[in-house]
């Protein structure tokens, strides 16, 4: 889905599109990079990354739920 966001010309042709792009791979390398990691961990530690990786993916989800309600707004205001 990333692949689709980075096709998007109207994302690409302005500052917050490229923003918003340059956002999002951040967070996916940076996510990418913990996996390598996770076996470096001692093993106490890995309920906490546990709980700290659900806490990060309610997050994401608030902001997709956030997202996803914008749009029914705009959709019900055309």
């Given amino acids: 889905m990333l692949e689709r966001l980075f096709r998007d010309p ?4 302005s500052e917050t599109g490229r923003a918003l792009l340059r956002w999002l791979t951040m967070h ?3 996510v990418d990079k913990g996996k390598d ?7 106490h530690s890995t309920i906490l990354l546990a709980e ?3 806490g990060l993916a309610q997050r994401w989800d608030r ?3 956030e ?3 914008r749009l ?7």
């Fill in 72 to 78: 029914g707004e705009t959709s019900e205001s055309a």
């Fill in 10 to 13: 109207s994302l690409r042709s």
């Fill in 28 to 30: 996916v390398k940076e």
């Fill in 52 to 54: 700290t990786a659900r």
């Fill in 37 to 43: 990691l996770v076996d470096l961990l001692p093993p």
């Fill in 63 to 65: 902001f997709a739920e």
């Fill in 67 to 69: 997202l996803e309600r």
